[in-house]
């Protein structure tokens, strides 16, 4: 089959990679119906050293089970399914407590012989665990929505409700990335009554204010800060998502986190430290976020999409076939487009 893998910075590839096939009895293989490109793609993409080995890329993904292990049940070959972006047993003591990333028996796509999401088809581990049936067809006009139960939209409302997002509270948006917007959409669907978003892209923060985001601003930095400060009464809002990962934004987010509200980091962190001195102490903030455990939120969040309350695959501006997705790649990277959707 094809699939696409990551051979140095820039240089992404579509290859001939073996069939997957069933290898373990808990193991289903799901050929792929709609995959994408991850912002957090962008990081290897502009910065992975060159490899001899490519790396497998891709893990959000949707599609049909095509082969099914023995020890697998509750699913049957020709169910279409999603993937959250990690995989999970969904029985051991951290996949109960609703932290799949943390499961004992879990794992990522495209590591350790596991195929990525970015190619014709997937071996699944634990796929019993891992998979949620969608109830609609291959050709449903809703797939670029129940794709964003993959990750963004899942990881926004992580973003969302780790930072105590509630009917009433303020809250910032710093990032308007897909997941940024994610957490916008996911916010206002828990009843946030501001929502400010910081980003610089005019078509992504009118998309945003259609996902809800009652106030934009422009500005970075200090100025940013500024802004924020401005609009909420010299106080900053209750709750931060921090949609970046990186040191200026999380700087932003911790001058305008309210006293007493919490940050949560969805950016995948390309800085090792964060100022969390006496300031910080004084005002009693909460820094928490992390990779979502998408599997956990996926019953709450699905429902609203197969009624059409929310639309969260509009953040989805270009369409690719497999063999584009280098050039998908470079679209994201260039922020010509927000997020490449891949329709092997
Ligand atoms: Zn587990």
């Known amino acids: 089959m094809r699939a696409t ?13 073996p069939d997957p096939k069933i ?3 808990t193991d289903a293989v799901v050929r792929v119906v709609r995959s994408c490109v991850c912002g957090s793609d962008l990081w290897p993409y502009g910065s992975m050293p060159a490899a001899e080995q490519g790396r497998r890329m891709g893990h959000e993904f949707l599609g049909v089970v095509e082969d099914i292990g023995s020890e697998v049940s509750g699913l049957k070959r020709g169910d279409l399914v999603v993937a959250p972006f990690v995989w999970a047993d969904g029985t051991c003591d951290f996949c109960a407590e609703g932290l ?5 028996n879990g794992g990522r796509y495209g590591l ?6 970015q190619g014709e088809a997937v071996r699944v581990p634990q796929a019993q665990g891992t998979l949620v049936k969608l109830p609609v067809g291959e050709d449903s006009a809703l797939l670029p929505s ?11 409302h992580h973003g969302a409700v780790t930072s105590r997002v509630g009917p009433g509270t303020s809250v910032t948006v710093v990032g308007d990335g897909a997941v940024g917007l994610s957490a916008v959409l996911a916010a206002r669907r828990l009843g946030a009554e501001r929502i400010i978003l910081m980003g610089r892209h005019k078509d992504r923060t009118d998309l945003g204010r259609e996902f809800g985001a009652t106030d934009v601003i422009a500005e970075r930095g200090e100025e940013a800060v500024e802004r924020v400060r ?7 809002t209750h709750a931060v998502v921090e949609a970046v990962g990186t040191e200026q934004s999380m ?5 305008v986190v309210r006293a007493g509200g919490a940050i949560s980091r969805l950016g995948v962190p390309q800085y090792n430290e964060v100022p969390l001195g006496r300031d910080t102490f004084m005002r009693n903030i909460t820094v928490t976020g992390g990779p979502a455990p998408a599997r956990a939120y996926i019953e ?18 270009r369409t690719v076939g497999l063999e584009e997705v280098p050039d998908g790649y470079r679209a994201m990277a260039a922020r010509e487009a927000l997020k490449v959707l891949i329709q092997p």
Request: net charge negative; hydrophobic share 35%.
């Open 112 to 117: 350790d012989g596991v195929d990525g999401g």
């Open 100 to 104: 799949h990333p943390s499961c004992r």
């Open 23 to 25: 290898q373990n009895p």
């Open 146 to 156: 129940l794709l964003t139960l993959s990750d963004v939209l899942c990881t926004g």
């Open 300 to 317: 709450e969040l699905l429902p609203d999409i197969l009624d059409g309350k929310i639309e969260p695959g509009r953040v989805f501006d």
């Open 251 to 255: 700087d932003v987010a911790l001058g």
């Open 230 to 236: 401005e609009l909420t009464g010299g106080d900053g």
């Open 5 to 17: 893998l990551m051979y140095g910075a820039g240089d992404v590839r579509v290859e001939d990679v």
